[in-house]
């Protein structure tokens, strides 16, 4: 992860450091192409920062950190080796291949989890919604009943006065 970062902002000074050249040609679209993989950049460098810090904050224990750290760059030594086997007996670089396959799959499986607890959040809060508005009409109609009731009352009271005087 921090090597993520680390990538990403040599990139990004590789990006700054090319504009003022590119600036100065008479085609544009060099310029434009190094905007946009800077935004590209500067985004991708903003959501490994937050990611970092989510794992600092997830894990504020250097030790912990530290073994994460030894566990990743175990990860990474078996890839290049299992690499290297690879392009001496293949000529392929098959392993890292599928690394990355399996780093974006898990990318898009974490994109499908998140987007999954945004609609059962935005569900929750539409049936919250939903149960404050059902609570509001039951009130309603219990009060119009007790209303009803106490007309029906009054006008049971009246009409048995009546009765009582007439008889």
Known sequence: MIDEQKRLEQRFQELIAAQPALRALPNKANLQRNQQELQEVSEA?????????RNLKDNPNV????????????????????????????????????????????????????????NATAMVKSLKSDLATEKQQHE??????????AELKEQLRHEKLQLAVEG
């Open 45 to 53: 460098l903003r959501q490994a920062t937050k990611q970092l810090c």
């Open 63 to 118: 030790a912990e950190n530290m073994a994460k750290m030894a566990a990743q760059r175990e990860v990474l030594q078996q890839l290049l080796s299992s690499t290297l086997d690879s392009l001496d007996e293949y000529g392929t670089v098959q392993p890292i291949i599928e690394a990355r396959l399996a780093a974006e799959q898990a990318e898009a499986d974490m994109r499908e989890m998140i987007e999954a607890e945004k």
């Open 140 to 149: 309603d109609q219990t009060r119009e009943r007790r209303h009803a009731v």
